[in-house]
Every structure is written in C-alpha cells, then in structure tokens.
C-alpha cells in the first residue's frame, strides 16, 4: 500500500505489507528459505538467493523506511551489524565526529575494531552546535549522533548538526533507536542516514535482535544494498516476522510510554530521595526547548541518581523493585531498569563516562506500557 501521505499510525499498521500474491494472506508470511526456482537461468519473480532478497524482509525494510519517510531502507541482524554496515561507507584516514554520550556498544565497535582499520574518531560533546564546527577538518567524512543520549537523555540539535556536517562535505548519521520513527524522523531534520536498534521500541517486545538502517540517499542506498548482500549480516525471516508483528503497535507503545514516562518523571522530580532526573520532557532539562523542536514526545527513557551520590545506595534501589526488571536493552512492553556504569556502559573507561557526566550512580529506566500506578508505587517502595 502506498502510505506516502498518510499519518503514522496508519502506516505503521499498512506500510510494506500486501497480501500474500498466491494466496491472499493478510499477514506477510515467513519465507524460511534459502533459495528461489528460476524459470531460465536469469529469469525469476525478483528472488534468487535469501541473503540478497527475502519478501519477509523486504516487507519489513519498507514498512521501516515509511516511518522514516525515507525512499530506501535495509534490515540487518543487529543494531550493531547495521552501525557495522555504515562504517563500511568510509576509508582509512577518514574521521568521525561522534557525540561522547552514546551507547556502549557503538563506542566499543569503534574504538576496538574500526579504529584498527584506520578509522579515526572524535568524540565530542554536541550539547552546543556551535562547540561542533570547530572540530570539521577535511578528514571529517561522518558525523555520528545519537539523540535522546544514551544514558544522560542528553538532546542533540540535529537540524544544526546536519546543516553543518551538509556545509563541510561529511554525512550526518542518527542513531534513532531512542525516539523511534513515531516521536522523531532524522531525515525530516536534514539528516542523510538513520539508523536504529530495531531491538528496542520498534521490534518492543524484547523477543528479537534485529537493526536497520533508512536513507533518502540513491548513491548511499545502493552501496548498503551492496554491503548487505556482500558482507551478509541479515536477519532471518522469523525475526522479521516479529518485527513487522511488533510494528503494528508501535505508534500505541509510543503513546504509552510518553504518557507513562511523563508521571514517573513528575514524581521522581518531586521525590526527597531522589538527585538528578534526566528526562527531555522536563521544563528543567537543560535541552528542552530543542526536544520540543525536533520530537513528537519525549518517550520513556528516564535516568535519575539517588539523592546520596553513592553506588552502593543504587544498587539497593534496583535490588528493592519488584515490577522493574534488573537488564540490559530497553524499549520493550515492560518495564527495565539498569545500572549503566556496570552494564551498558561498562565498556567505557571511567575517565571517559565522567567526562561525560556520567555518575556511578545512574540508574536508567526503560518505563514500560504497565499501569502507570503500579511502576508508581513500585518506585515508591524501591526508593531509600
Ligand atoms: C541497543 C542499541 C544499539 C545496538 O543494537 P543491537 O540491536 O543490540 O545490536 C545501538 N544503539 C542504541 C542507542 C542502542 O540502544
């Protein structure tokens, strides 16, 4: 179906999905094979080989790009196999300008593997956009934002940032997974690539890893398709399946998570034993006005401090919930909560975390789509 002028709800449940050519199904089936018959060598209905094409992922990769109201998207097995992807766009010698407040993962896979091949990167605080510019040289082929910051909710001005990266010659890259396609579109912004975690809000049932990547790029879209085909870090199609299942609701979860990330911002922020709340949402949060700018809402990721600075006080608070889960990921249909210095975040030295404000202390919340009273009163009796 063509959702070009629809509104995201909609193309959430329609976008990529037709029924099944041969037997009219509704639901886009799981095409678990391998391999596609020919009738003369050459000649084929757009399927030869399922790391190449497969119409379950196919359905998916455009059902991805709708949201994003980009013209070209590509599904790949993980978060990390897409970032994995996009770095494969660049050459040794070139750099990268990276916020310093990113997931873990990201700041792992490029300062242990791709700065091995001779990809330079610089991470930055993007907190000001002014602050960015005087970092472009000529080697600055990418800039690399990740807005909510992941674990300080930090907002980065992606429009600025973009225009800038446009103006020196470099491709403005999103990392979206936070936000999701409902409550920000990057592209819209002036962004040139997005790309997400489709683990986290969009997959939102924590059942699968899977990432994505989205363009309105021609010349960048046909050298992911080349990567994807080349390099073969696909999903499967039951994975896709899931995702495209998950899809459907996701413009409801957001809802949810917005108006229940909302309450428990409200009552952390007015809680005594609590410190810092950081939350995008917030009049108090310092990049505010830019949130309200450039999203839709301000979801359910909310990190907070205990009001005595100590690690040892968190690590009790997460140890008392009961309705909040202790584990990595996010985005799912239930609540999580985490210890960023010790989980995701562990694989950033300490010096790096602190520079970045990051305290020892922080704990994260993924706020789920339960009742808001009940993750209420769950953190009523958490908190000391
Ligand atoms: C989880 C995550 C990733 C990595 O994605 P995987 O699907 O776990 O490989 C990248 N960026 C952000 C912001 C994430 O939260």
Redesign the pocket.
Known sequence: MNTKNLRKGTVAVHAGVEPDPTTGAIMTPIYQTSTFAQEAPGVHKGYEYARTQNPTRHALEKSIAALENAQFGYCFA????A?DTLMKLLKPGDEVLVTNDL?G??YRIFTKVFAEYGIKFKFISMASAEDVQSHFTSSVKMVWI?TPT?PLMNIIDIAEISKMAKANGALAVV?N??ATPILQNPLDLGADIVVH????YIGGHSDT???AVATNKEDIAEKLAFLQNSCGAIPGPQDCFLVLRGIKTLQLRMQRHCENGEKIAAFLSNDFRVGEVYWPGLDSHKNHAIAKKQMHGFGGMISFTPKEDKIDKAIQILKNFKLFTLAE??GGVESLCGLPSMMTHASIPKEEREKAGLKDSLIRLSVGIEDAEDLLEDLDQALI
Request: glycine residues 14%.
């Open positions: 993980s978060g990390m196999a970032t997931y993962g990201t990740e992941n990392d997974t936070f975690s489709v683990t986290k890893v899977l990432g990921s996010l």
